[in-house]
C-alpha cells in the first residue's frame, strides 16, 4: 500500500535558525508563513530540506524524483553516502547514467534529490 503524502513546507531565513525561537514558532517555522508544497519547490532553483532524522525526507524525495522521471523530466536521486564513496556518474544505474549523459548534452533543467 502507497501512502501519498502532501506535506507543506515553510521559508526559513537565516536568521531565524540562529538563536532564541519564540513562542510563535513550531519547530523553529513562524506558524504564520505561507505554505509551500512539492509544486510550489519544484520552480525554486536550489531548496534544501532541513528536518529531523525521520521525518520523511529520503522517502519523499525518491518518490519525487520518480514522479518527475516519470513525467519525462530529468530527474535524479543522489544518496550522499553513495556519493562521498566515489564519482557523481558510479552512483547511477546504468539507465540513470545513459539519462545524465543525455542530459548534460541538453537545455533542459534538471532535478537534483540529494
Known amino acids: 500500500m502507497t501512502v501519498t503524502i502532501q506535506r507543506k513546507f515553510q521559508e526559513i531565513s537565516e536568521s531565524q535558525l540562529s538563536g532564541e525561537i519564540p513562542d510563535e514558532y513550531d519547530f523553529g517555522i513562524p506558524v504564520a508563513s505561507v505554505a509551500l508544497d512539492w509544486n510550489d ?3 525554486i532553483p536550489l531548496v534544501v530540506l ?3 532524522a525521520g521525518a520523511g525526507k529520503t522517502y519523499e524525495c525518491r518518490q519525487q524524483n520518480d514522479q518527475l522521471r516519470q513525467l519525462g523530466y530529468s530527474s535524479f536521486f543522489i544518496n550522499l553516502v ?3 564513496a566515489g564519482e557523481l556518474e ?3 544505474t546504468s539507465a540513470e547514467a545513459d539519462s545524465f549523459e543525455h542530459w548534460k548534452k541538453s537545455d533542459d533543467i534538471a532535478f537534483f534529490f540529494l
Open 82 to 84: 553513495d556519493l562521498s
Open 41 to 43: 519547490l519544484k520552480v
Open 90 to 92: 558510479e552512483v547511477f
Open 50 to 52: 532541513v528536518a529531523p
